[in-house]
């Protein structure tokens, strides 16, 4: 299989809350390569009490890796196109410059909105209207905090990921699969919900059209544009939420199989391809985000490595320096912990003192804190992974029980799927076969819908077609990986 308008390049950028990265697909001589040019940090910044984004770092970031995507592609490059993680959005004015910086999803403001949100409608009630899971970090209770704090309702919003794609080419649009993530999408379409709007004071008409994944927005502009690799360079919304990136890049058929996007946070479920709100999926809180074609990713949020590295922060203050993939090497051979902790506790999910928070539900247990020392730090990560993995068991007997589903096959896409440790006792406690995909799968996923987009430009108003996604995605997940210095990683 060949995809190559005029041999041009693709550019997908991936925004995480940990790491972002710029990745380039071209050709070498006669051979696809994706390569990831730049990588970045990207972290949320305390500020006057609350926890915001820097939208000019991410952007610069952006911009650093697009213009080195540039040098690098002098045949030109065909499309760009973002995804990142949900919830988080940004406020515009009248100029359409932002108002403020964004807040961060963990921030704690959305404590106090959440509760006045199901007063007004009670949690089944949004459930119904939207098959979403009950989360205070969902965009809804975040609007809802800005109207407690008193800002004006009126002034248009846009989520993170199509934010930085107005950017490039000043089109505001909200991409579906990262719509339904806000709590404010109705069951079954692709329209916002009028009753949700009504009842809580919130302005519909703040809130951008949805369009569906693959939709070309139209010409990259800007500086940017008159670089000659960008000269005819088309902007694309993908799947913007990166988990519906990394599930589109998942080569699977069948209804035997499973997945989880492991990353900061894990997500795990499976597709399906209409809706699941039965009585024991609500009383579960599972979630029905959009996906690619209209599909439905059947799942739950599950506190990711996000947990080990706030302790692995916390140690580096205290002196304590030990790299991620030694953690995990030498945690290997350790026997399972005397008592395990539930990683999905609210207050796991707040930044801050994680090692505190987690010998706090040692001690209801009857079990000893942990202090810092090597010893324990092993002990403390060795916790938290057979943790996580009893946490995946419990989810994915769930989501076999409620959609009648005998899962047989687990796909683990994303970050996590390097960690070996963590795969091995997901294997013990589910029983599944493990099939491993790519680290950087949101990357493949988000090139898969560019180039079926690009296959089919005059179709792309109704999106992009599922089986288009999945040839693509199969195609892209047998090319080599390259980091910038030249390193080869699949």
Known sequence: ???????????????????????????????????????????????????????????????????????????????????????????????????????????????????????????????????????????????????????????????????????????????????????????????????????????????????????????????????????????????????????????????????????TWSLVGTVLNAPCVTGEACAQNFTNLGGVSGRISFLKNVNGLWLLRQCMDEWELQGFNISFEDIVSRCASLPAPPALINVDEPELMLPGNMLGKINSQLERVGQPHFTVNHSNILLVANTIFHSMARRYAEVLSATGKITGRKLRRLFIVGGGSKNRLLNRLTAERTGLEIVLGSPESTTIGNFAVQMAALENPQACAGGVTADSVAKWAEWLSAIPLVIASGRQTN
Request: proline share 6%; aromatic share 8%; net charge negative.
């Open 1 to 263: 299989m060949e995809f190559a308008p005029n041999r041009k390049a693709l550019v997908a950028v991936d925004l995480g809350a940990q790491s972002c990265r710029v990745s380039l697909l071209r050709w070498n001589e006669d051979h696809p390569e994706i390569e990831v040019v730049h990588r970045y940090a990207n972290a949320p910044h305390s500020m006057n009490g609350d926890l915001r984004w820097s939208l000019d770092a991410i952007f610069e970031g952006i911009m650093a890796g697009l213009y080195a995507c540039a040098v690098r592609a002098p045949e030109g490059i065909a499309s760009v196109a973002i995804d990142g993680w949900a919830v988080d959005y940004v406020r515009l004015d009248c100029k359409g410059d932002p108002v403020a910086l964004p807040f961060c999803y963990r921030d704690a403001r959305t404590e106090e909105s959440e509760v006045e949100v199901h007063s007004i409608m009670p949690a089944a009630s949004l459930y119904a209207l939207t098959g979403i899971q009950i989360m205070r970090l969902n965009t809804l209770y975040q609007l809802y905090a800005d109207k407690l704090a008193g800002e004006d309702v009126h002034t248009p919003w846009i989520n993170l990921p199509e934010f930085m794609t107005y950017r490039l080419c000043g089109k505001r649009a909200s991409e579906y699969t990262n719509a339904t993530h806000t709590g404010l999408v109705q069951l079954g379409t692709h329209s916002w919900c009028p009753e949700i709007f009504n009842a809580l004071g919130l302005d519909v008409e703040a809130a951008p059209q949805i369009v569906a994944a693959g939709t070309i927005l139209g010409p990259l502009t800007g500086d940017l544009a008159r670089l000659p690799a960008f000269r005819d360079t088309q902007v694309i919304l993908p799947a913007c939420h990166d988990t519906a990136s990394a599930v589109a890049a998942i080569p699977a058929v069948g209804d035997d199989w499973a997945f989880i996007s492991s990353g």
